[in-house]
């Protein structure tokens, strides 16, 4: 899987448009094709779901995000009508590091096995209103965990690489 530099910029505008409060999306596009990725922002409930019953839902958007179904539906549907399928999920954490939490771990299974088992997860970590730097998680079938890479990819004043993720 590639992501351009162009895909990443509206990943890390959406972060810090968020900020302080998580962002949520989907990139959706061809497997193998990076030139048909498209990324689609979605709405973060968690406020509102933590507003309407907070001891089921103790966490607010500052440190949660439940992505808005409405919008996972429209994602589902233009990505069908395109012959697309979802590449990646993001979401990010404000002023907290970029890592794959039990909570992302348990909306990414279900019955101990992923939804998408050839998804990639993109966590941004967002410091101050800015985004600092991103990891990347898959799933391993082996170890039945979802793998870190084997290192962080760091974000400064210089421009991005074209082409950042591999599979």
């Known amino acids: 899987m590639v992501l351009t530099e162009r895909e990443l910029n509206e990943i890390f505008a959406h972060a810090g448009e968020a900020y302080p409060e998580e962002a949520c999306g989907i990139v959706i596009g061809k497997p193998g094709d990076s ?3 498209l990324v689609r922002r979605c709405g973060n409930l968690a406020n509102q779901y933590h507003e309407d019953d907070p001891i089921r839902y103790p966490r607010d958007a500052r440190t949660a995000y439940i992505m808005d179904p409405r919008d996972l539906l429209r994602v589902q549907s233009e990505a069908d009508a395109k012959g697309f399928e979802f590449v990646l999920l993001y979401h990010s954490h404000p002023d907290h590091e970029a890592y794959f939490s039990e909570t992302d771990r348990e909306l ?5 096995e992923p939804m998408w088992p050839q998804l990639r997860y993109l966590v941004v970590s967002v410091k101050n209103g800015k985004v600092s730097y991103f990891k990347v998680f898959g799933w391993d079938s082996i170890t039945k965990q979802f793998a870190e890479p084997s290192a962080a990819f ?14």
């Open 108 to 112: 990414a299974l279900f019955d101990g």
């Open 154 to 167: 760091q974000l400064n004043d210089q421009p991005l690489f074209q082409s950042l993720l591999r599979e």
């Open 35 to 37: 030139n048909t990725n």
